[in-house]
């Protein structure tokens, strides 16, 4: 195939940021990498006074931007052929309904997860929780876990988008490391 035809295809069959997203994403096969994943888009920031932790109505939600973004996540995760063996989300709405329009598998509450957004004062010992976690993970499990801006930068000290996946490279000693950044951006 010439050159030229390659980059047609890429650039107008394949959705955007697809194909170097399957490449990326087949990274989460190698043992010790996990996937942590800012929720899709939601428009605003933080959550309405009158949120409630277990009614989605009083949340910020996922718009239906964000809600195709998390298709297209999940469908390049899969066109990339990585088989997704735990998926951990924060309880709020917009994560768990990011987790579960990825369509990899059913998600499992992780307190540590939940977003301290409104009590930064919990951000030191939630990311304590956290990495402990992160390094009790078995190594050859391919894990993704969606959470929150807050966490992520706590965490890893790097500014994330709406969609936006880092890879962490887990090592045995409990230390950590971002080894790549995938967005994928849908546009309207």
Same mark, same amino acid.
């Given at each position: 195939?010439?050159? @030229?035809? %390659?980059? &047609?295809?890429?650039? @107008?069959?394949?959705? #955007? ?7 990326? &994403?087949?990274?989460?096969?190698? #043992?010790? %990498? ?9 428009? !605003?920031?933080? *959550? #309405?006074?009158? &949120? ?5 109505? +009083? ?12 298709? =297209?996540? !999940? ?12 998926? @951990? +989300? ?6 768990? *309904? +990011? ?16 977003? &301290? ?6 951000? !030191? ?6 990495? =402990? @976690? ?21 965490? +890893? ?5 709406? !969609? ?15 080894? *790549?950044? %995938? ?6």
């Amino acid at each position: 195939m010439s050159v @030229f035809f %390659i980059a &047609f295809i890429t650039a @107008f069959i394949l959705p #955007p940021g697809s194909a170097a997203a399957d490449a990326r &994403f087949s990274r989460l096969s190698e #043992p010790g %990498i996990v996937a942590l994943m800012r929720h899709a888009q939601a428009p !605003g920031t933080g *959550d #309405p006074a009158s &949120f409630r932790l277990d009614d989605c109505t +009083t949340q910020r939600n996922l718009d239906r931007l964000g809600e195709a973004q998390a298709r =297209e996540i !999940g469908a390049a995760i899969r066109a990339a052929g990585v088989s997704v063996d735990r998926i @951990f +989300t924060s309880q709020w709405c917009r994560c768990r *309904d +990011t987790a579960k329009l990825l369509e990899l598998g059913q998600a499992e509450n992780l307190p540590a997860l939940n977003s &301290f957004f409104r009590d930064l004062g919990q951000a !030191g010992k939630q990311t304590a929780t956290l990495r =402990e @976690f992160l390094s009790s993970l078995p190594l050859k499990e391919t894990v993704l876990m969606v959470t929150h801006y807050v966490n992520i930068a706590a965490l +890893t000290g790097r500014s994330v988008a709406s !969609g936006e996946v880092l890879l962490l490279k887990i090592k045995p000693d409990g230390g950590m490391s971002v080894v *790549d950044e %995938i967005l994928i951006d849908i546009r309207s």
